[in-house]
Structures are given as structure tokens and as C-alpha cells.
């Protein structure tokens, strides 16, 4: 299971570096970034990508790490 970006996201060599470590290691990976700047997009094509489903849990400024 290799993410190599799709017809509808076309991502960097970096990026693609970055999550297929994560897959490999079956680590987490952080994607920080501005609103509007693909973050949700890469998840649910990475997801497609490699057949799993995505699970999604919004972050807000209120959240606690014991949630």
C-alpha cells in the first residue's frame, strides 16, 4: 500500500515521502496548515488510496487531549 497522489490531488515528493512513512511505520502523521489548504482532501485520498475507511474528528481550539 503505497499513496501516490491521485487524478484529483496531485501531491509533492515530500508529501508522499511523509505519508507513506507514516504508513509503513503505522504511525500518525500530523497535517497542520491554514484553512482551505487540503488537509481534510489528502486524508480522504489517502484513505481511498489505500482501501481504508476515514474516521474524522474535528479539532477545536476547546479540545482536550483526554478526549
Known amino acids: 500500500m503505497r499513496f501516490k497522489g491521485s487524478e484529483t490531488y496531485v501531491a509533492t515528493d515530500d ?3 511523509a505519508v507513506n512513512a507514516a504508513i509503513t511505520l503505522q504511525r500518525p502523521l500530523l497535517i497542520k496548515g491554514e484553512p482551505g489548504t487540503g488537509k481534510t482532501k489528502l486524508a480522504e ?3 481511498t488510496a489505500i482501501g481504508l475507511p476515514l ?3 474535528h479539532i477545536k481550539s476547546t479540545t482536550k487531549a483526554q478526549q
Do not use: G, P, Q, S
Open 15 to 17: 508529501l508522499m515521502l
Open 45 to 47: 485520498e489517502v484513505a
Open 55 to 57: 474516521l474524522e474528528w
